[in-house]
């Protein structure tokens, strides 16, 4: 299997969850219809460098308890891709 396409794919994940910070930051200024906090969760579960970015940019959910887990979910991935890395440099 290519990795390229993997690091590809991991990459429009950070990239979606950070629009998707953005987009629920946007429309909370504007007191439009928001975005779940679990579905935010849950992309910053699958791309949490992309979701930290947002948050720390734009200050938003900062504030959250539960969006503590974003920081904690980057470290595991951090150590996850630091693996990978080393398990396919090993070849």
């Known amino acids: 299997m ?3 396409y993997l690091w590809a794919a991991y990459g429009l994940l950070n990239v979606a969850a950070f629009l998707l910070f953005l987009q629920d930051k946007w429309r909370a200024k504007r007191r439009k219809r928001r975005t779940s906090e679990s579905t935010l969760l849950t ?7 992309g979701a930290f970015l947002a948050m720390w940019l734009f200050r938003h959910k900062t504030r959250k308890r539960k969006f503590l887990l974003v920081p904690l979910a980057m470290f595991v991935h951090a150590i996850i ?9 090993s070849f």
């Open 2 to 4: 290519n990795t390229k």
């Open 43 to 49: 992309a910053a579960l699958l791309g949490p460098f």
């Open 81 to 89: 891709i630091a693996f990978l890395i080393g398990y396919l440099c």
